[in-house]
């Protein structure tokens, strides 16, 4: 026993340090927990992370290789979405008579792999070589998982309409960190300023629509008055100006 520890436990705790050591260099992470299998024929090396002003990341069967061109990253967790999933898997074998045949059985997890061409990287739309990459596509990742529907398998629209309502629905992920970010610098300011976030915004619609110009306002009130008034100057221009008289 004493033989078969020294040969084993020492490769495996140097794996265990390197991969702490690599956890520690990627920059804007905090490691919140860092752990191992009590069976050390396992290697199993499992980690949650914090990346600053995002949330947390945790990970499953780490290897040194996992920052590097690993085969597989066992993903579990981010932000405020746990991974669970159920289904089912077909295996092809060779029965008793030399035939192929399918069997299913049920399979279940609480971690997915995000490299390669299975069947959950195949859900994201960008690829993912390693952990650092992982890190940095932060909000996309999230931004798919939350996508995905939740326990009981539905989701939810939100269709009311009326006053204050929610276009960019309730607590998403990106919708939640462009908040927090804002809070930061100006809660509300009036149009009479200049706002960076704002001239972003008008110039991607200008791009993405028929506008050349944008004029954001406050109601629905003062977005009518101000289109009122761009028709009226527009016949003035070409010399109608006794034009008074305007359909929607």
């Given amino acids: 026993m004493w033989v078969w520890y020294a040969f084993i436990g020492p490769g495996y705790w140097a794996e265990f340090k390197d991969v702490k050591q690599q956890l520690e260099s990627i920059p804007g992470i905090e490691i919140k927990h860092l752990g191992y299998n009590e069976d050390i024929t396992l290697e199993d090396i499992s980690a949650e992370i914090y990346v600053r002003d995002k949330g947390i990341i945790r990970l499953y069967s780490l290897t040194r290789d996992s920052f590097k061109e690993p085969k597989a990253i066992g993903f579990g967790a981010i932000g405020n979405f746990d991974i669970r999933f159920v289904g089912k898997h077909f295996i092809d074998v060779t029965n008793e008579q030399g035939k192929r045949e399918s069997i299913k059985h049920d399979v279940s997890g609480f971690a997915i792999n995000l490299i390669g061409d299975g069947a959950f990287a195949k859900m994201f739309p960008f690829e993912i070589k390693n952990i650092q990459g992982l890190v940095n596509k932060y909000d996309e990742v999230e931004d798919v998982i939350s996508q995905w529907p939740n326990a009981d398998n539905k989701k939810y629209l939100d269709?009311?309409?009326?006053?204050?309502?929610?276009?960019?629905?309730h607590a998403h992920p990106r919708l939640v960190k462009a908040i927090k970010d804002q809070s930061k610098k100006l809660w509300h300011v009036s149009n009479a300023f200049q706002i960076p976030e704002g001239e972003k915004l008008a110039k991607n619609l200008c791009k993405k629509t028929f506008a050349d110009y944008v004029m954001f306002q406050n109601?629905?009130?003062e977005a009518t008055e101000a289109a009122i008034k761009v028709a009226r100057r527009y016949f003035y221009s070409i010399g109608k100006t006794n034009k008074t008289e305007f359909y929607v």
């Fill in 159 to 169: 269709f009311v309409q009326g006053i204050a309502v929610n276009s960019l629905g």
């Fill in 219 to 221: 109601s629905g009130a």
